[in-house]
């Protein structure tokens, strides 16, 4: 019993470890269990869909199969509507990965050579942006979502990397085999105390 509690103790803090890396990079991160992009210090709402796949599953930003996708930014900050916005996919060249940045990017001329998307600058009033695109084949790729002030002159950007296709887990087979170690410590510790009590009233 004892053996078993602590088994799905480890599992469950595994299984959370995975589930918030693999959901949260980038701009966008989970919380109460909704998506939120970062656009500078404004948020929205970030859900992706596969309308022909998967209709009604929503995906908070890796893909599960190269198909026609759907993004979908609803801004919760109302500042957003009065500012222009354009949406660039750019192909993850240099395999940067979930840590990729903007200044990882190259600068202007590398972000549009590696551009296989873009949406030019659109005042979206009614606070949703809608893109829809059709991914060709599993990858890596980068979101951008630049957001222009025209009255104030002032620019804010996220940048959200993410995976289309199969999400490779093998990266976090180095935090399993901790987690399997620190549980057998603990149970071989466990059971040596347990010994020695067993010991100690015999005597």
Sequence with gaps: MFLCLCLCLCLCVAVAFVSSEALAHGGVSVEDDVCIIMVGRYKAHFTGYLPKERATQEFCEDIPAATESVFVIDFIDDELREMEFDFRIIKDVNNIGITATYEDLG?????????????????YSRGVVNVRY??????????????????????????????????????????????????????????????????????
């Design 107 to 123: 600068g202007t001329e590398a972000i549009e050579k590696a551009s296989i998307f873009y949406v030019d600058p659109t005042r």
């Design 134 to 203: 059709r991914f060709t084949e599993d990858g890596r790729y980068v979101g951008i979502v630049n957001a222009h002030h025209k009255r104030s002159g002032l620019s804010y950007r996220s940048v959200f990397p993410f995976s289309v296709g199969s999400v490779g887990y093998g990266k976090y087979v180095g935090y399993y085999v901790a987690l399997f170690i620190f549980c057998a410590i603990f149970i071989w510790g466990a059971g040596r105390n347990t010994f020695f009590r067993a010991k100690s009233k015999q005597k």
